[in-house]
């Protein structure tokens, strides 16, 4: 994960450890039969538009004119930004601007706090011995496996006696509480990879452990940090239960709104301003995606946790 | 992460050099106690203890208190006492108490005779959600791991699925699914996906399919790659079959990897409650509905007792499932986790 090894790494374990491409050495492709390689192209055109085609299919809806919703046409036809338009109205009691702040909110707070304490209890974690420390990871890893329902009875009467039902914090405690173990995880495990012998040349040289931690750890784990933070902030932007009953109309994130969104009229679904509603809140969370694709696999693989 | 011993996670984790060393004078001097791994970890174990641990303690505490109501012997309104069972008698089979305080069968209708079918409907997801997640994963993954062009763009597009949220992409397959939406129109057919009992289950298993499946076959790719590319080709020259190499080697060295991707996907889809609640219905009596709905909606009733005694049930279950994966099947989560990686290029 460090830097060096960066634009080899995919590449490189990859190319060996293909299992059933393996019988291939890398050099000799040419002598390859050709059905095999079709086949495997086929597997990823059909893989590819597993990922894309339902999103695909939510982004052309959000921008076709709402007369022909239910159009079959595959191909964006009769574009329109009315949907957008009736997505954010706040005429018929939903307020999709507001809830967006919201979620930016919650999830932002959430993430900071989650690597602000993530990071020093990963560090112990993976560089400082201590008595428990197997415990403390078992704690760490139930948290993570934790059902979120067995936690809702108690903390909506908690928060009812104390009267922060609708309240931000409501909303950020528990989901600091979830995105936690994910952070100490997903960090402990970059920690164990890094170069901690550039720490201990800084330590030679009359560094103390905290100026070497700040200066020369920290640094080198930018990267990781930021990886956790998306893998965090994700997490927390696409909570849904927790919030459904914590928050109250102008506190709640997106995935609240967007659940309960209805237009003027009661009987019919408005699937377009939904799919634009929706096309607002992923598309962000698509394009992070598609920049990130590679820091983003390797947290999860690193930390390997929650959907 | 194949070379490890049991007790290795605490020894391992320190390469030589470590926090032991740096300390002044290590060797003679007897320790003083350490207390920087304390407030390293303790923050965030607070926060644990205060949001996770407490609730639970509360929520058992509750689900053995009795509800408030009249007493027939006093004649008095009175608070419900500590030490009954019969919050989780009434869910497990149930029995409700009539008017004049004896136990009855529940009448349809009341969420307790929902408890059964609830149950029924998370093991039933769970089961074959995540049997065929593992099994297209894990396709997914052979397939992304080899030399193709376009390899980026298949790890992306396949992100796309796991970054959207759960809430959206219920609505998405709610529109996908609606009746005059594209999948009926494509089939020709008139399929009530979202209010027929056994289609509207279908959805929801092919909605958690679709959103879920990429996670796994990126956990197994990451696997994958941790197998040496000399280990098949030793069997090669021993003139192993593909599928020899596969069941002998692949399977074997990708089980802890996979061990691991199956356990979390089974917690995450015995919780499952986004999808059914916002696709099909919140309704306990949905044919969708899950145990964590129930919870919900016990909540929302206000009997906030024996909404614990069913969340209680829910984290027992969830607690058994995760010992018996962990204990039995090997999926070998903390050393995997905690153990410096050993990754071998």
């Given at each position: 994960?460090?830097?060096?090894?960066?634009?080899t790494g995919?590449?490189?374990?990859?190319g060996s450890?293909t299992?059933t491409?393996?019988e291939?050495p890398?050099?000799?492709?040419?002598?390859?039969?050709?059905w095999?390689?079709i086949?495997?192209?086929?597997?990823?055109?059909?893989?590819?538009?597993?990922?894309?085609a339902?999103?695909?299919?939510m982004?052309v809806?959000?921008?076709?004119?709402?007369?022909?919703?239910?159009?079959?046409?595959p191909?964006p036809?009769?574009l329109?930004?009315?949907n957008?338009?009736?997505a954010?109205?706040?005429?018929?009691g939903?307020?999709?601007?507001?809830?967006?702040?919201?979620?930016?909110?919650?999830?932002?707070?959430?993430?900071l706090?989650?690597?602000i304490f993530?990071?020093?209890?990963?560090?112990a974690?993976?560089r400082?011995d201590f008595?428990?420390?197997f415990?403390?990871?078992?704690?760490v890893l139930?948290?993570?496996?934790f059902?979120g329902?067995?936690?809702?009875?108690?903390?909506?009467?908690?928060f009812t006696?104390?009267?922060?039902?609708?309240?931000?914090?409501?909303?950020?405690?528990?989901?600091?509480s979830?995105?936690?173990?994910?952070?100490?995880?997903?960090?402990?495990?970059?920690?164990?990879?890094?170069?901690?012998?550039?720490e201990?040349?800084?330590?030679?040289?009359?560094?103390?452990?905290g100026q070497?931690?700040m200066k020369?750890i920290?640094p080198?784990?930018?990267?990781?940090?930021?990886t956790t933070?998306?893998?965090?902030?994700?997490?927390?932007?696409?909570?849904?239960m927790?919030?459904?009953?914590?928050?109250n109309?102008s506190?709640e994130?997106?995935?609240?709104?967007?659940?309960r969104f209805?237009g003027?009229?009661?009987f019919?679904?408005?699937?377009?301003?939904i799919?634009a509603?929706?096309?607002?809140?992923?598309?962000p969370?698509?394009?992070?995606?598609?920049?990130?694709q590679?820091r983003?696999?390797?947290?999860?693989?690193?930390?390997?946790l929650?959907s | 992460m194949t070379?490890?011993?049991p007790?290795?996670?605490?020894?391992?984790?320190?390469?030589?050099?470590?926090?032991?060393?740096?300390?002044s004078?290590?060797?003679l001097?007897k320790k003083k106690?350490?207390?920087?791994?304390v407030?390293?970890?303790?923050?965030?174990?607070?926060?644990l203890?205060?949001?996770?641990g407490?609730p639970?303690v509360?929520?058992?505490y509750l689900s053995?208190?009795?509800?408030?109501?009249?007493?027939?012997?006093?004649?008095?309104?009175?608070?419900g006492?500590?030490?009954?069972l019969?919050?989780?008698?009434?869910w497990?089979?149930q029995?409700?108490?009539n008017n004049?305080?004896?136990?009855?069968?529940?009448?349809?209708?009341n969420?307790?005779t929902?408890?059964?079918?609830?149950?029924?409907?998370?093991?039933?997801?769970?089961?074959?959600?995540?049997?065929i997640?593992?099994?297209?994963?894990?396709w997914?993954a052979?397939?992304?791991?080899?030399?193709?062009?376009?390899?980026?763009?298949?790890r992306?597009?396949v992100?796309?699925p796991?970054?959207?949220p759960t809430?959206?992409t219920?609505?998405l397959?709610a529109?996908?699914?609606?009746?005059?939406?594209i999948v009926?129109?494509?089939?020709?057919?008139?399929i009530?996906?979202t209010?027929d009992?056994?289609?509207?289950?279908v959805a929801?298993?092919?909605a958690?399919?679709?959103?879920?499946?990429?996670f796994?076959?990126?956990?197994i790719?990451a696997?994958?790659?941790?197998?040496?590319?000399?280990?098949?080709?030793?069997?090669r020259v021993d003139g192993?079959?593909?599928?020899q190499?596969f069941?002998?080697i692949?399977?074997?060295?990708v089980r802890?990897?996979l061990?691991?991707a199956?356990l979390?996907?089974t917690?995450?889809?015995?919780?499952m409650y986004d999808?059914?609640?916002?696709?099909i219905?919140a309704?306990s009596?949905?044919?969708t509905?899950?145990?964590?709905?129930?919870?919900?909606?016990?909540?929302?009733?206000?009997?906030?007792?024996?909404?614990?005694?069913?969340?209680?049930?829910?984290?027992?279950l969830?607690?058994?499932v995760a010992?018996?994966?962990?204990k039995w099947?090997?999926?070998n989560?903390?050393?995997?986790?905690?153990?410096k990686?050993?990754?071998?290029?």
């Amino acid at each position: 994960m460090s830097a060096p090894t960066a634009p080899t790494g995919s590449g490189h374990s990859s190319g060996s450890g293909t299992p059933t491409g393996a019988e291939r050495p890398v050099i000799a492709a040419p002598r390859q039969p050709i059905w095999p390689q079709i086949r495997t192209y086929l597997g990823a055109l059909f893989i590819l538009v597993w990922g894309l085609a339902p999103f695909y299919w939510m982004v052309v809806t959000a921008f076709r004119d709402n007369v022909h919703t239910f159009s079959k046409n595959p191909f964006p036809s009769h574009l329109t930004m009315a949907n957008f338009k009736q997505a954010l109205d706040t005429s018929g009691g939903n307020d999709f601007l507001a809830a967006i702040g919201n979620s930016v909110l919650i999830s932002v707070v959430t993430t900071l706090a989650a690597i602000i304490f993530g990071v020093f209890a990963a560090y112990a974690l993976a560089r400082v011995d201590f008595r428990g420390k197997f415990l403390v990871s078992g704690v760490v890893l139930a948290a993570s496996m934790f059902p979120g329902v067995a936690l809702v009875t108690p903390l909506f009467q908690l928060f009812t006696d104390i009267g922060w039902i609708g309240s931000y914090q409501a909303m950020i405690i528990p989901n600091v509480s979830f995105a936690l173990p994910l952070t100490i995880y997903t960090l402990t495990s970059f920690f164990n990879d890094l170069p901690w012998e550039l720490e201990e040349a800084a330590r030679v040289d009359g560094a103390t452990r905290g100026q070497a931690f700040m200066k020369i750890i920290l640094p080198l784990a930018a990267p990781a940090l930021f990886t956790t933070a998306i893998l965090a902030f994700i997490m927390t932007w696409n909570e849904f239960m927790l919030s459904s009953q914590l928050s109250n109309q102008s506190t709640e994130p997106v995935t609240v709104a967007i659940a309960r969104f209805a237009g003027n009229d009661p009987f019919t679904q408005p699937y377009a301003a939904i799919m634009a509603a929706g096309a607002l809140v992923t598309i962000p969370l698509v394009i992070m995606v598609l920049i990130f694709q590679r820091r983003i696999v390797s947290g999860l693989t690193a930390g390997g946790l929650k959907s | 992460m194949t070379a490890q011993i049991p007790e290795s996670s605490t020894g391992h984790a320190s390469p030589p050099g470590d926090g032991r060393t740096s300390d002044s004078p290590p060797v003679l001097v007897k320790k003083k106690f350490d207390w920087r791994p304390v407030w390293m970890v303790g923050p965030p174990l607070v926060i644990l203890a205060i949001v996770i641990g407490y609730p639970i303690v509360r929520a058992v505490y509750l689900s053995f208190v009795g509800d408030a109501g009249l007493n027939p012997e006093t004649g008095r309104f009175e608070d419900g006492a500590f030490g009954t069972l019969a919050h989780y008698i009434y869910w497990l089979t149930q029995s409700c108490t009539n008017n004049s305080g004896i136990s009855v069968p529940c009448a349809p209708g009341n969420i307790a005779t929902d408890f059964w079918p609830a149950m029924r409907n998370t093991a039933m997801f769970t089961v074959v959600t995540v049997s065929i997640e593992t099994v297209l994963g894990f396709w997914m993954a052979v397939v992304m791991g080899r030399n193709i062009w376009g390899r980026a763009l298949l790890r992306a597009a396949v992100l796309v699925p796991w970054a959207i949220p759960t809430a959206v992409t219920a609505k998405l397959w709610a529109f996908i699914f609606s009746p005059e939406g594209i999948v009926n129109s494509v089939l020709g057919r008139d399929i009530a996906w979202t209010t027929d009992p056994f289609y509207s289950k279908v959805a929801v298993i092919i909605a958690d399919v679709w959103k879920t499946t990429p996670f796994m076959a990126l956990l197994i790719l990451a696997g994958l790659q941790m197998i040496p590319g000399d280990v098949y080709e030793a069997a090669r020259v021993d003139g192993a079959s593909k599928w020899q190499q596969f069941v002998k080697i692949t399977l074997p060295l990708v089980r802890p990897a996979l061990m691991v991707a199956i356990l979390f996907r089974t917690l995450d889809a015995l919780r499952m409650y986004d999808l059914p609640v916002i696709l099909i219905s919140a309704n306990s009596s949905s044919p969708t509905a899950t145990i964590s709905q129930l919870v919900v909606n016990q909540m929302r009733t206000g009997a906030f007792n024996s909404a614990s005694a069913l969340s209680t049930l829910v984290f027992l279950l969830i607690f058994a499932v995760a010992f018996v994966m962990v204990k039995w099947l090997g999926a070998n989560v903390v050393e995997d986790r905690t153990g410096k990686k050993e990754e071998i290029r």
